[in-house]
């Protein structure tokens, strides 16, 4: 194992964070504290680094075995929280455990064990059931977005889960919203609840952008003309809906990326990646892209259906204006439309005239290579200088896997850099490059 660090002052400073949050600060000293904790915050505000700074103060670093489990919803969450503990640099182990690869790809993996785990609430239950590690270890148990993860559906693998880990003493819920009534197999107590849900979104402004037809496709046009080239989500309510809108888009000349459950993980996976890379600056999404998936800082969020819940349309909303930066959501309302009651009247936005917005000039690279390679973001980048012949301002933001990577590069010099780079050495490993 790798040099631990426990010191709350180093891993702030390699997430850039220079001070907690008030909520961050009173969920620290509650889970510290507290073996049973509620912890609802909007969307943004921090949550994931509020409850995994006193839990890795917790850890035993003697301990070979898994230490806490966090269940989560998606595999998007998953993996979003994997790799902010892995940002934060303790030296301690993580992986995430989730549907839609191998269960053989996870058994490997955590063979040499992590201190904490990630995963669904189906692939949890299944290396549970197979026996896959030693639970006496674990003795803490995260259920993040805990209104979606005890929804009907995720119930039986739920208790079956809690059955499963005899050891647990502390369990901590964390959620944007309390949408449901928490059943009693989950075993709490008399929990600690920290409640900052209405705190609301800080510098959020909500406006409704009316549509004087029923068909929003010509004021979505036009709304996103108004905005300019900006980082935004807009979120449809179906995925047929999302490739109808994707293909008005297409037509229309504007890039964007889409992301819905009907996709294959590594289509989505790609999705996000050129979302955060600039290659797409807008990303089509249903309610999926509402909670816990890691993108950039966004300006807008555009509701093209209405939300049907409240909940969702507080977890949108908080894609938005995060950590106390600004953002607006825009609402696209059929004249003759009424707006629910949990939204109420908006102010009107009234749209300028402009162009949509201008095609990205960046494109993305796929790599062959990662970190099992021992493949660096240095060694890649060194790469493309050296021999393809780039620039510092030609290469953007690069995403280094564990077998492979993804290299933001401007669309200008991508003719001429894949003849010079492609199927040439990085260390040991002869690597294959292209556009994807």
């Known amino acids: 194992m790798s040099k631990l660090i426990k010191n709350q002052k180093a891993i702030l400073s390699k997430l850039g964070i220079e001070q907690l949050n008030p909520m961050q600060e009173e969920a620290h000293l509650a889970i510290s504290s507290s073996d049973e904790i509620i912890l609802l915050s909007p969307t943004g505000t921090g949550k994931t680094v509020a409850f995994l700074l006193p839990l890795i103060n917790q850890l035993n670093p003697d301990s070979e075995e898994i230490q806490v489990i966090i269940i989560v919803p998606s595999r998007e969450l998953a993996i979003q929280i994997e790799q902010v503990m892995r940002e934060m640099g303790t030296g301690f182990k993580v992986n995430a455990v989730y549907g839609g690869r191998s269960g053989s790809k996870d058994r490997l993996e955590i063979k040499h064990r992590p201190a904490v785990l990630v995963g669904t609430p189906g692939r949890l239950a299944d290396h549970l059931r197979r026996g896959a590690f030693n639970t006496n270890d674990i003795k803490t148990l995260v259920l993040d977005e805990f209104d979606k993860s005890l929804e009907i559906g995720f119930e039986d693998e739920m208790s079956e889960i809690l059955d499963l880990l005899p050891k647990v003493n502390q369990k901590i819920l964390t959620s944007a919203t309390q949408g ?38 010509e004021t979505l046009a036009h709304l996103l003309a108004h905005i300019g080239n900006q980082n935004g989500i ?54 999926l892209a509402a909670r816990g998936i890691d993108v950039p800082e966004l300006k807008f969020i555009i509701h093209y259906h209405l939300p049907i819940k409240k909940e969702e349309f507080t977890h949108r909303n908080g894609r938005t204006a995060r950590m106390n930066r600004e953002g607006i959501a825009y609402v696209i309302q059929y004249e003759k439309e009424d707006l629910p009651d949990f939204i109420g009247q908006l102010p009107i936005e009234k749209l300028q005239s402009a162009h949509l917005p201008q095609q990205s000039d960046w494109m993305t690279l796929f790599v062959s290579g990662g970190r099992k390679d021992k493949i660096s973001k240095g060694d890649i980048a060194g790469l493309f200088f050296k021999q393809g012949s780039l620039s510092k301002d030609d290469v953007g933001v690069i995403e280094l896997k564990n077998d492979c990577a993804f290299v933001a590069v401007k669309k200008s010099k991508i003719q001429q850099l894949i003849p010079k780079v492609n199927n040439t050495r990085l260390k040991k490993k002869k690597v294959r490059i292209f556009t994807i």
Request: charged fraction near 25%; proline fraction near 3%.
């Open 234 to 287: 807009i979120f449809c309510n179906f995925k047929d809906a999302i490739q109808r809108v994707s293909d008005f888009l297409t037509d229309n000349g504007v890039s964007h990326g889409i992301f819905h459950g009907g996709l294959e993980q590594i289509e989505r996976e790609r999705s996000l990646i050129k979302f955060r890379n600039g290659t797409h600056q807008i990303l089509l999404a249903t309610d």
């Open 180 to 217: 449901i009534h928490i059943p009693k197999f989950v075993g709490l107590r008399k929990p600690l609840t920290i409640d900052y849900s209405q705190e609301g979104i800080r510098h959020l402004e909500i406006k409704a952008v009316l549509s004087p037809i029923k068909d929003k496709l």
